[in-house]
């Protein structure tokens, strides 16, 4: 059957002229959005293709010699593991139940809107102030010398505020629902917390504990002043020892060792970045498997 | 005379669940009680009707104390619920949770399974003196579920979360999780709002189930409902008691012009 009006519902040059700006802007974003990741991509490549050479066993497990021009960085890696795992058994703990007792106890008043105004400052403190107050106040004024435990405790600092906020941000993605049900029904805060708020925010919160992880393990300012050194031939054996780590070995390979070959420190460099890339990996799939366990 | 000797001469049979006094309400500057006695009969279904604002809702949320959770409330005047004050400085409030119940507009089943939705409150209230339903978590869990008229449904789910089922279900499983810890009150705050026809005509067909173990107050804003699903019926304005009657007295011969208005859709 003929319609009517064929033309009613043909498009009108306004129509077009939309649709044409439409496109532009989604070609905008895409653009953009490409640009964003080539950087990761260059510095990967870059890292694989300069670097992937000087990877090997022995590379990974040995230590250096010949002033460090060969051999390989095991003494570093190793560091590097024992700063960010003491700096995490330091911060996460800290860091998350502070942001409980911010996000679930603490009203909204002076005092907390002060704290949370603290915190957000203390996440923007450049790392090499951290490094300056790190020396100041764990290497000298608690005694602790240049060792992981005060570069760790440097790190911890540091890295603490990003723990609450992430924290404190997902204990606040749980529905306020779910609260006031559980505390209708005679609960405490403390088992509401517990049984309801925690559960449901874990995985926002090992989000935020794999950030850190990653940013910790990249700092050199705040290690370089506190616990980490160019070199020592001795392998920490407690927390009170001083230690190589890999982002200061990097940049002690790339600048300060003449007539160094070019792949040692990009496979320096490329072996931070895979135990930064391996353990966030591991996190997520922790994470994935948790979600998974608990069917939220 | 202990309390109860007391409260046995000033209330004969019928026995009141609920038993206001003077209640006076204020959120910040605003009052929104003005001198509310009202006595509710244990073991019935008391509707609250009354047009938006009228102080239905906030009445029903004195009975188990959760508008101080806001801060700037303000009360006087007394709520006994079976027979003691639960204003007094004495009471703890956990119990006050336990003896009465609340379901909300919206259903809130927590995010955690059908099973364990049913046993938290139990969970919480087992050990810590007061009745409770005896008996092994599985018996606990078919028992309530069979009081709702869910346990056919869902019997085969258990472990499901219960934030899956359809609101008619989950409103439901509100009311079930509420009754392992035998409270003497059931509060429902417009309970079948947010349900279409049919579930509504579910969650009334279990109220009617319930009726006569326990004590419903129920608020809404369905004229059919109240008429319907009470016994007796509260029309409240302005933050005060206007009329309480036997509902099918209240709806054929209400005493009051405001009533009579209300009930007719002159305003609402």
Redesign the interface.
């Known amino acids: 059957m003929a319609t009517a009006n064929p033309t009613m519902f043909q498009a009108s040059d306004l129509n077009h002229h939309n649709e044409r700006v439409q496109k532009r802007y989604r070609l905008l974003f895409g653009l953009m959005t490409l640009l964003l990741i080539t950087p990761v991509l260059l510095i990967l490549g870059t890292l694989v293709v300069k670097g992937g050479g000087a990877i090997s066993w022995e590379f990974l497990l040995t230590a250096p010699t010949d002033g460090m021009r060969t051999g390989g960085l095991f003494p570093a890696l190793l560091g590097t593991i024992w700063l960010v795992t003491v700096a995490l058994l330091l911060s996460v703990p800290i860091g998350i139940f502070a942001a409980i007792y911010l996000s679930e106890y603490a009203g909204d008043n002076w005092f907390t809107r002060t704290i949370n105004l603290a915190i957000i400052n203390l996440a923007g403190v450049p790392s090499i102030v951290h490094a300056l107050f790190g020396l100041g106040a764990f290497v000298l004024f608690f005694k602790f010398g240049t060792s992981i435990l005060a570069a760790s405790l440097t790190l911890a600092v540091m890295t603490m505020p990003v723990v609450i906020v992430a924290t404190r941000e997902s204990l606040q993605a749980v529905p306020q ?2 609260r ?9 805060r403390w ?1 509401t917390i517990r ?2 708020v925690l ?2 925010s874990i995985t926002g919160i090992l989000t935020g504990v794999i950030l850190e992880v990653s940013r910790t393990a990249g700092e050199t300012a705040p290690i370089m002043f506190t616990g980490a050194v160019f070199f020592t031939p001795f392998l920490p054996q407690s927390v009170f020892d001083q230690t190589m780590a890999l982002s200061l070995h990097l940049f002690v390979t790339a600048t300060q060792v003449p007539g160094i070959a070019d792949e040692v420190p990009f496979g320096v460099a490329l072996v931070l970045i895979g135990l930064v890339l391996t353990m966030n990996s591991v996190s997520i799939a922790f994470r994935m498997w948790l979600r998974g366990k608990k ?2 | 005379m202990n309390n109860q000797q007391t409260a046995a001469l000033m209330h004969p049979i019928p026995r009141y669940a609920i038993d206001s006094r003077k209640l006076n309400l204020w959120y910040g500057t605003f009052q929104a009680l003005y001198d509310v006695d009202l006595s509710i009969r244990e073991g019935l279904i008391t509707s609250m009707i009354g047009p938006s604002g009228c102080g239905k809702s906030t009445f029903l949320r004195s009975v188990n104390r959760i508008n101080e959770r806001l801060g700037y409330v303000r009360i006087e005047g007394s709520v006994h619920v079976m027979n003691e004050n639960i204003y007094d400085p004495q009471v703890e409030l956990v119990q006050v949770r336990k003896q009465v119940g609340m379901v909300f507009q919206r259903p809130n089943p927590l995010p955690i399974s059908i099973r364990d939705n049913i046993l938290f409150s139990h969970r919480l209230h087992a050990k810590g003196g007061g009745e409770v339903a005896q008996g092994t978590p599985d018996e606990i869990v078919e028992q309530s579920l069979r009081q709702v008229l869910l346990w056919d449904k869902v019997k085969d789910q258990l472990k499901r979360k219960a934030t899956e089922l359809s609101l008619e279900e989950q409103q439901k499983l509100c009311i079930a999780r509420l009754l392992p810890v035998k409270p003497k009150v059931l509060l429902m705050d417009e309970p079948c709002s947010a349900l279409d026809p049919k579930g509504t005509e579910a969650v009334e067909e279990l109220l009617w189930e319930l009726r006569g173990q326990y004590t419903i107050l129920i608020v809404t804003h369905n004229m059919a409902q109240a008429r319907r699903a009470s016994e007796e019926c509260v029309f409240m304005l302005m933050g005060k008691v206007v009329e309480h009657a036997l509902t099918e007295e209240m709806f054929v011969t209400p005493k009051h012009r405001e009533t009579a208005d209300y009930i007719e859709g002159r305003y609402g």
């Open positions: 629902a779910f006031e049900a559980c505390w209708n029904m005679g609960a405490t088992q049984r309801v559960p449901n069917k939220w």
